[in-house]
């Protein structure tokens, strides 16, 4: 299976800039999504392949990537934003999540 | 607007087996495949796999294979896992979500706990 590998937490103050990162143990292309999840919620869609914002989602959200190195970038970090981040890949079969990134604010 | 509403929170026996349901509504239920996908409590995100209403064709994650069923009610426009042989490790909330390039639309979730 694809491993996608996320580093555990980040501590950011609001209106910083914070970027996500989203390791994949082979290529994925660019089939690469980003997930916001806050407790007792399901997860929110804000990227999809790699780089394309989702409908609704404000333009703070950024992704890049592509093959094995992704990232999500949130610009500026608003208290809102305390959550877990989730990236996606489904280009390989199984497809599979990374562990995830609980972003906290200072 | 595309809705996914799941069933209610169940309570089942180890050995036992569970369905849970989620009925789409908003959009055409058979030209969207519907995926399912497992959270433990404090653990990511497990993709079990899809079903494409339209015709009932079905994909698993093999480590899911014999674990989980997958079908859909066209007339009813719902969709449906059930899983079988529980134990412990199947305790977990499971959601349905629609769309391939990336899940854009997601049911509240089911949480099945498993216990005697």
């Known amino acids: 299976d694809t491993v996608l590998t996320q580093s555990p937490a980040l501590a950011v103050s609001p209106g910083e800039r914070v970027s996500i990162s989203c390791r994949a143990s082979?290529?994925?292309?660019?089939?690469m999504h980003w997930y916001q999840q806050k407790p007792g919620q399901q997860p929110k869609l804000l990227i999809y392949?790699?780089?394309n914002l989702a409908s609704g989602v404000p333009a703070r959200f950024s992704g890049s990537g592509s093959g094995t190195d992704f990232t999500l970038t949130i610009d500026p970090v608003e208290a809102d934003d305390t959550a877990t981040y989730f990236c996606q890949q489904s280009w390989n079969d199984p497809w599979t999540f990374g562990g995830g990134t609980k972003l906290e604010l200072k | 607007q595309v809705q996914l509403q799941q069933s209610g929170a169940e309570l089942v026996k180890p050995g036992s087996s569970v369905k849970i349901s989620c009925k789409a509504s908003g959009y055409t239920f058979t030209s969207y495949d519907m995926h399912w996908i497992k959270q433990q409590p404090g653990n990511g995100l497990e993709w079990i796999g899809w079903?494409?209403?339209?015709?009932?064709?079905?994909k698993y994650n093999q480590k899911f294979n014999g674990k989980a069923t997958l079908t859909a009610d066209k007339s009813s426009s719902t969709a449906y896992m059930q899983l079988s042989s529980l134990t412990s490790e199947d305790s977990a909330v499971y959601f349905c979500?629609?769309?391939?390039?990336?899940?854009?639309?997601w049911g509240q979730g089911t949480l099945v706990t498993v216990s005697s």
């Open positions: 082979e290529g994925v292309n660019s089939y």
């Open positions: 979500a629609r769309d391939r390039g990336g899940f854009a639309y």
């Open positions: 392949k790699a780089s």
């Open positions: 079903i494409y209403p339209g015709n009932g064709n079905t």
